[in-house]
């Protein structure tokens, strides 16, 4: 059974820094590519972020870029969402997910984790 799971989610002071971990399993990992997706409270579902099968293959919305960086290490099954100088509005639940091929279309995902929560706030 293929699974996502995300870690490293809390509470962060604005301009603070976290690092979000999403551990997979079940499926062939070195195949796909992993998505960042968010969502804010009352907001629609946001992709920000995602990274092929090879590693220098990445993508970023406007709103992270140059703010958030990620990675993978294949060995581990694990793709990383380094995220910086954070801001209220990146306040959201944030979820992992695999795709067997490219992009931040939500829906063309296969599998997702059950997200975890990141607060940005004084």
């Known amino acids: 059974e293929a699974q996502l799971v995300e870690s490293g989610g809390g509470l962060v002071q604005p301009g603070g820094s976290l690092r979000l971990s999403c551990v997979a399993s079940?499926?062939?990992?070195?195949?796909?590519?992993i998505g960042w997706f968010r969502r804010a409270p009352g907001k629609l579902l946001e992709g920000i972020s995602c990274?092929?099968?090879?590693?220098?293959?990445?993508a970023y919305v406007d709103a992270v870029k140059g703010r958030f960086r990620i990675s993978r290490d294949n060995a581990k099954n694990t793709v990383y969402l380094e995220m910086s100088s954070l801001k209220p509005e990146d306040t959201a639940v944030y979820y992992c997910?695999?795709?067997?091929?490219?992009?931040?279309?939500?829906?063309?995902?296969?599998?997702w984790g059950q997200g975890t929560q990141v607060t940005v706030s004084s």
């Open positions: 079940g499926f062939a990992f070195d195949d796909y590519t």
């Open positions: 990274i092929g099968t090879i590693e220098e293959n990445v």
């Open positions: 997910a695999a795709d067997s091929s490219w992009g931040l279309v939500a829906e063309e995902y296969d599998y």
